[in-house]
């Protein structure tokens, strides 16, 4: 059985529930966190498959209470006829793809980004067909499933790409990390979109790069500027002292510039201010350690 304390603030409405735990009492057993908050969306009639506990909850506020205190815990099924709520990994973006429809089963999942997608410098290969095609790809290498700098030395991408159009995802985060930071990021509307057509300057909600909704740009593209230039986005070209962009992930060294040729591949050239640097002389621009893709 599960008691929340009269620290736990719950505030609920018709689709959502939000959830602030400051502590949880299962049995004799005190668990506590400072400041912990989760918003959980409710998906009706469906039942997750993949789930890893079971336990008696009184009501569905509570069972997504013992989630948020569980570790790897994602989403939850409660029925309420029987007070059972069983506990999952599988994120909001999943729940239409690993879900069973079931009537007396609703879903309450935390809406926070899952990592599809993780870049790794100097590993060799085409990064648009490791995207696209996951080509040379790991699924399963715990040390590739991090935005971390680590012992990584491939691509990682999760199987749920390949169901892009029955996720049903709303968003889509493309972000680099420098010194296990965020250096940079974009967010744009994934509705309706595929697995590259997301990419666009027409679906930007949000960047770092704060002038990148507004600026005139001449290549915005995952297949980018073929054949050595993926994920670019680049604001002008004018020779080769004269480009400038935000980002661009050099893949080999078949174009003419010096930012083209580099010891290893691919690299990824990020701007490191809110607006655009220049690759060739490096004005306003580093590499980045690591490049990523989210979808929530």
Same mark, same amino acid.
């Given at each position: 059985?599960?008691? %929340? +304390?009269?620290? @736990? /603030? &719950?505030?609920? *409405? ?10 949880? !009492? ?28 079971? %336990? +008696?909850?009184? @009501? /569905? &506020?509570?069972? *997504? ?10 989403? !939850? ?220």
């Amino acid at each position: 059985m599960i008691f %929340l +304390t009269k620290q @736990t /603030r &719950v505030i609920s *409405c018709h689709t959502k529930i939000t959830i602030k735990v400051k502590c949880i !009492v299962l049995l004799t057993l005190l668990c506590c966190v400072s400041g912990n908050e989760n918003v959980y969306q409710r998906t009706n009639d469906i039942f997750l498959q993949n789930t890893f506990s079971t %336990l +008696t909850s009184p @009501t /569905r &506020v509570k069972c *997504c209470a013992y989630c948020d205190q569980t570790d790897d815990c994602m989403s !939850v099924s409660y029925q309420e006829s029987s007070r059972t709520c069983k506990l999952s990994r599988d994120p909001l973006v999943s729940v239409f793809v690993n879900g069973q429809t079931d009537t007396s089963w609703k879903s309450y999942s935390k809406n926070e980004w899952l990592l599809v997608f993780r870049g790794t410098p100097g590993i060799g290969g085409d990064i648009y067909t490791a995207w696209v095609d996951g080509i040379g790809v790991t699924v399963d290498d715990v040390t590739c499933m991090t935005t971390d700098v680590t012992t990584c030395n491939k691509n990682y991408r999760n199987p749920i790409v390949d169901s892009w159009s029955s996720v049903g995802m709303q968003q889509v985060k493309f972000a680099f990390y420098k010194d296990n930071e965020e250096a940079a990021y974009v967010i744009f509307d994934a509705t309706g979109s595929d697995i590259t057509s997301w990419f666009s300057s027409s679906n930007i909600v949000d960047s770092s790069w704060t002038t990148l909704a507004t600026d005139s740009l001449n290549i915005f593209s995952i297949y980018g500027h073929d054949p050595g230039r993926r994920f670019m986005i680049n604001r002008n070209y004018g020779g080769c002292p004269a480009d400038a962009g935000y980002s661009i992930i050099v893949i080999n060294k078949a174009l003419p510039c010096t930012y083209d040729i580099q010891s290893s591949y691919p690299q990824f050239i990020i701007s490191t201010s809110a607006t655009s640097g220049t690759p060739e002389t490096m004005t306003g621009m580093d590499k980045a350690d690591v490049m990523a893709i989210f979808i929530k």
